[in-house]
């Protein structure tokens, strides 16, 4: 099958970048050609770390590639994040698989057309989406005011409403969907992660040894970009008031620091500094053997874009208890609420706990209770990190991710491009050539591409 | 909440009176007064000649023979007593003349500094007062920059950030409990449906115990004396006591076209998606059947009515002419994915129907439906106009009653569905009074009226039919 793969790709420090690169490799048997982001020039595409599996070319020359020999399948990789802006207008004009990272796609979107100076087509693209919704929100969002209330309209409308199929990872955002939009082919895909203790080539006692860890310690690890949407500010504050009686526990946080959020100081204030541990951004073939340095992975996310975590999936892979935020679109995994030592959520055919889960409501109780159990429980520890690896092993390794890509590829090709929604806004009805015609007309002359002759391209 | 048109008055206005503003901050700027071209002071007085004319004013000396003697001087005094009073003369003039000058040079001196320090101070005063007109207008515009920002001070500034934060801080907070709640939802569902399997699986034992125990007495029982009734079953449906053609046509006349029909039927099409040997009882003449053959489904129906035995067979359908519960009977357990009887069961004599339902569990799949659809007596219209209409009708099922019946035969998952709405215009109507005639009293019996007309609505005309929908587990 010829394949176009819109995705960001490494060396962009994106989950979805390395996603893609993950994947690839397992799907090329397909004649695959990975379009990114080339709005910088080509010297973006040379950028580009090589990819085994697909051929990487600047998206600008996905029309003609395509208008020369068509692509039975495209997929677009779509996420709330400025990566994902520049697949878009692709996405509109050339139906195929979107699979959908974020159920919440509002802030990303917003902020792409704002930043283009486009808050008109971002008010008909909201109104579209939300007829029966105040248009005065959009102005909110227009004025930047509208951070928090952006998660309750996800504006998902527009790639899900182009799309021939749609793939997400959670079963319960595909179900959110399914009702949503009854007329689209909304399909779910498990997410799967290599075996990350294949790569690890270190013990973790080194880990320890460089940061001042005693061997002794019970490490709870958080993983990715260290922003407040990971908890750790209710980690600490639980740190801080179990942290006297409990001096095994250390805090590791592993990835890079993001510049409006300075965790230490927030520590330092707290009285637990001595406790933390910020290593800054480490490239992905360290990660594990910082995995191995961990007893307990913390997976926390708040507020949620409905993101299916890879971050969490290696965690489970690596055989390691993890603590999760009680999230909708996780609510069907099997996890143990520590107030009451009881199994949370069900898999068809059993109920063994394969991580501890946190309410919001109730946060940094049970934050207090997961760091204390798990840090004298260390049989408790090890049954939940078996019972992780086996949950990897059934439901998220990388091989049955491909595997269920093969249908959704098969589905796509096999689907007809869905007729343009009611009421499309006007910019996205656009054909690119505003521009063009703009200057033609400026001079005086006709526009010469109105009816382009057969196989000029 | 500002309206839209004050919002543009004030915008107007606004823009007006910066117009205003600018403009005569454009003419004062205009206005200011340029440094004049101011006169030189005089050139300096020319003294250069002085110190020479001191030097020769004195053309005659005091003794204009000197240096002479004897006759040379004597001769040289004759004349100068004839030439002499002239020089003296000019002599007296010249001293008098530079005795004048050397006198106002000072003068002359002083007058032109003088002239110079007050050119100088004019300018001064000018450049000081140009300076004054200058700051003056950077005043002005000043006072722009500080008006335009009185309305983006930080107190503004400031309540913008709290409300936004207190918006954000709500609106999280809100979001939180949701997400809490929703995923405690899930959860409470998942468990629900744990709960639904435990107890069908007690459901189930239960009836196996009964069947077990009813065909234990059956088989102890001495002959003559069976258990349940003279014949040992339960009474058979009274449909077998018409004649099968009378009854066609009164199914052509009453309950509508093949046509009409089969649109009725297609909303249970879905229901059996991926079933496999579907049973449709009281088939007819098998549009539920031609249904499922064109969805791929593999079905065969049963009917009592020979007549309608041949249509089906006709139209290349599997049918059967047979007693529902007889053949239900004859079946393996667990042998049926699905079990359809539209407008049947209120055929069924009360003891006759429990047993079906009884039988008809253990004959279908897990997972498979029943789906039950009847006419609705709890509608008035339904049960005066359609049921009593029909001499083969045993018994009518309350919708609550074919409910249980259902639930205490062991399926799970039981829906009700409201079909054939009384037509709205057809229907009672409310009276509305003319705007001319609304008094309150009047008003007040006419809503008291309005009201009775739903409640006499909401029993006497709602739905014509339902559906009872239900899965064994």
New interface residues.
Partial sequence: MRIAWFSPLPPHRSGIAAYSAELLPRLAAHDIEAFVDDAAGHDAIERVTRVDGAAVRGAHDFPWRHARRPFDVIVYHVGNSAAHDYLWPYMVRYPGLVVLHDGQLHQARAQALIRQRRESDFRAEFTWCYPDVSPLLADLVVAGLGATLCYFWPMVHVPVQAARVVAVHSGGLARELAEAFPGSDIRQVQMGVADPLARASAPGRDVRQRHGIPDAAVVFASFGRVTPEKSLSAVMRALAQVGPSLPAIRLLVVGETAGYYDLMAEARELGVADRVTETGYLPDDALPEYLAAADVCLNLRWPTGRETSAAWLRCLAAGKPTVITDLVHTADVPSLDLRSMKVAGALPGGHEAVCVHVELVDEVHMLRLALRRLTEDAELRARLGSAARRYWESQGTLERMAREYEGLLTAARAAADPAAPAGWPAHLRSDGTGLARALTSDLGVPFPFDAPAAGRL | MFAEDDIERRRVEREAADRAYNEALTALDGAVPRLPDLPHPPVEYDESQLPLLNERWRIATADPAAGLTGWRRRVAMAIWRIAGPAFERQQAFNAALVDHLNRNVAAHRATRQSIEATIGAMRGELEKLETFHTTLVLYLQTITGLVDTKDRSEHFATL?NL??AG??GV??EF???W??M??RE??YV?AVD?LRTSIASVQQTGLMLKRELERGLAAGAPQGAPAGGASGKPPAPVVDSVNAYKYVAFENKFRGSEADIRARLLQYVELFDGADNVLDLGCGRGEFLALLRERGIRAHGLDINHEMIEACRAAGLEALEGDALAHLESLPDASLGGLIAVQVVEHFQPAYLTTFLDVAYHKLQPGARIVLETLNPSCWFAFFEAYIRDITHAWPLHPETLKFLIIASGFQRVDVRWLSPYPSDAKLQHVELPADARTASLAALAQAFNENVDKANAVMFSYLDYAVVAERI
Avoid: I
Wanted: proline content about 0%; glycine content about 0%; charged content about 35%.
């Fill in positions: 913008a409300t936004s918006l954000a609106a999280d979001r939180r409990h997400e809490s929703v995923a899930q959860r998942a744990e």
